[in-house]
């Protein structure tokens, strides 16, 4: 079945730096992924659509010129934390459709 | 898209079924039932959706009430591995496969030995 792979699965950055999260769909082409955040204990919170060919689209309260968003292809989105701090660790998640989830990415900013 | 409540966490016995409740009382008619689970710190997992009807696939089986006020999602022989946070979640069908979802808290079950 389609397969949605995210990567790395866990990284570790200084504060201050930026980190590139890929999602890639593996078999099937997406025009539209989406990008969560989920924070210890908490739900899944979507930061941004990421679209094809054109502008994100983010959510409220998500500062787009910290959480970059690139969707260069229809089987590639990217998602960069620049500037990385303390607060931005958390574990982000990728989807393309409503049925497929990359694993997750543990971003841990020191 | 209509909000959901659900119990925070369940307990079941491994080997028995396990039944997760989902309130749903302000659906609209063009909204489907999805739900999702969540093992730790793993992406969520698409289980099943369903309309009306009740719905099973090899994974669980969907209850919808016929108000459709309320589901029921049910787990026939819960294993160890069941042990997850589940999510309700209603949604319209655009006809596309490519919308976002609201996650709300879910339900933790734990399944015991």
């Known amino acids: 079945g389609a397969v949605v792979s995210q990567h790395p699965s866990w990284v570790i950055c200084k504060s201050g730096t930026s980190v590139k999260i890929e999602c890639r769909s593996l078999?099937?082409?997406?025009?539209?992924m989406f990008w969560y955040r989920q924070f210890p204990k908490q739900s899944l919170m979507l930061m941004a659509t990421?679209?094809?060919?054109?502008?994100?689209?983010?959510e409220q309260g998500v500062e787009k010129d910290k959480f970059l968003i690139n969707h260069a292809s229809l089987t590639l989105s990217t998602l960069t934390v620049t500037s990385a701090h303390p607060e931005d660790s958390s574990f982000y998640i990728c989807?393309?459709?409503?049925?497929?989830f990359g694993q997750g990415t543990r971003l841990t900013v020191v | 898209d209509a909000k959901t409540t659900q119990p925070p966490s369940m307990d079941c016995a491994e080997g028995r079924a396990a039944n997760l409740p989902c309130n749903h009382s302000?659906?609209?008619?063009?909204?489907?039932v999805y739900w999702y689970r969540q093992i730790h710190s793993q992406g969520p997992q698409y289980i099943i959706h369903g309309l009306k009807n009740n719905e099973t696939n090899e994974m669980a089986s969907l209850i919808i009430t016929e108000d459709r006020k309320s589901s029921t999602l049910i787990l026939p022989h819960a294993t160890l591995r069941d042990t997850a946070v589940y999510y309700c979640?209603?949604?319209?069908?655009?006809?596309?496969?490519?919308?976002?979802?609201?996650f709300g808290k879910g339900t933790l079950l734990t399944v015991n030995p």
């Open positions: 990421s679209n094809e060919g054109s502008k994100a689209t983010y």
């Open positions: 302000t659906i609209s008619g063009n909204e489907y």
């Open positions: 989807s393309a459709s409503r049925a497929f």
């Open positions: 979640i209603v949604r319209a069908n655009s006809g596309g496969s490519n919308y976002k979802l609201t």
């Open positions: 078999d099937f082409q997406a025009t539209t």
